[in-house]
């Protein structure tokens, strides 16, 4: 029997290619051990100034998401495809515990639960997000990419950035959708009392 996440990955792979788009499967383990996995639609023959770009762009989704949120919809609105049309060489990240990288060298999500999901949006930043540009920039030749975060993408890049500055050289230009860096000015109720106890939730834990 297939698992859940085989069976997503292979409608993502199989929609991509139906609509006449290479795919790739990368993985990635980062120096804490977890194991993540890249995707990437390179550029075809029939995109536009292919000779000119070919530059790698790293598109990070938000909370609760996967890199399947940049390909699901259809090929005139969704950001994978238009920018795979105009000849980058499109990456798509997936963070620690969603549906694709949910793996790790010694941990199981599932016998030691504790363990494996004892990060947050910090590790992602210090860990995942390094370890996927240094991959493709590797895999490239490229000296830098472009990044598009949406949401919590953001949030990591800006953990990043903050906490290993020297990854700044490594990107030509940043685009934050939905950035989120202070939430001081969020508006629901649950999570303002959240956010008012978040101290006594860490001791406790």
């Given at each position: 029997?297939?698992?859940?996440?085989?069976?997503?990955?292979?409608?993502?792979?199989?929609l991509?290619?139906?609509?006449?788009?290479?795919?790739?499967?990368?993985r990635?383990?980062?120096?804490?051990?977890?194991?993540l996995?890249?995707?990437?639609?390179?550029?075809?023959?029939?995109?536009?100034?292919?000779?000119?770009?070919?530059?790698?762009?790293l598109?990070?989704?938000?909370?609760?998401?996967?890199?399947?949120?940049?390909?699901?919809?259809?090929?005139?609105?969704?950001?994978?495809?238009?920018l795979?049309?105009?000849?980058?060489?499109?990456?798509?990240?997936?963070?620690?515990?969603?549906?694709?990288?949910?793996?790790?060298?010694?941990?199981s999500?599932?016998?030691?639960?504790?363990?494996?999901?004892?990060?947050?949006?910090?590790?992602?930043?210090?860990?995942?997000?390094?370890?996927?540009?240094?991959?493709?920039?590797?895999?490239?030749?490229h000296?830098?990419?472009?990044?598009?975060?949406?949401?919590?993408?953001?949030?990591?890049?800006?953990?990043?950035?903050?906490?290993?500055?020297?990854y700044?050289?490594?990107?030509?230009?940043?685009?934050?959708?939905?950035?989120v860096?202070?939430?001081?000015?969020?508006?629901?109720?649950?999570?303002?009392?959240?956010?008012?106890?978040?101290?006594?939730?860490?001791?406790?834990?």
């Amino acid at each position: 029997l297939f698992s859940f996440i085989q069976i997503i990955l292979f409608f993502q792979e199989h929609l991509i290619i139906e609509r006449g788009y290479p795919f790739e499967s990368h993985r990635v383990t980062t120096s804490d051990g977890y194991i993540l996995e890249l995707h990437r639609v390179p550029p075809h023959d029939h995109t536009i100034n292919i000779a000119k770009s070919r530059y790698p762009v790293l598109l990070q989704h938000g909370l609760w998401s996967s890199s399947a949120d940049w390909m699901i919809p259809d090929v005139n609105f969704s950001l994978g495809y238009q920018l795979c049309n105009c000849g980058f060489d499109v990456w798509l990240g997936n963070s620690r515990g969603n549906t694709y990288s949910r793996n790790h060298i010694k941990l199981s999500a599932e016998k030691q639960p504790d363990q494996f999901w004892n990060f947050s949006f910090h590790e992602m930043g210090i860990y995942d997000l390094p370890a996927a540009i240094d991959f493709i920039l590797s895999t490239t030749g490229h000296k830098k990419l472009y990044y598009v975060g949406h949401s919590q993408g953001t949030t990591i890049f800006f953990v990043l950035t903050a906490s290993k500055p020297e990854y700044n050289e490594k990107i030509g230009a940043m685009v934050g959708l939905a950035p989120v860096a202070y939430l001081a000015n969020m508006k629901s109720p649950s999570l303002r009392k959240l956010a008012s106890i978040a101290d006594s939730i860490m001791v406790i834990n």
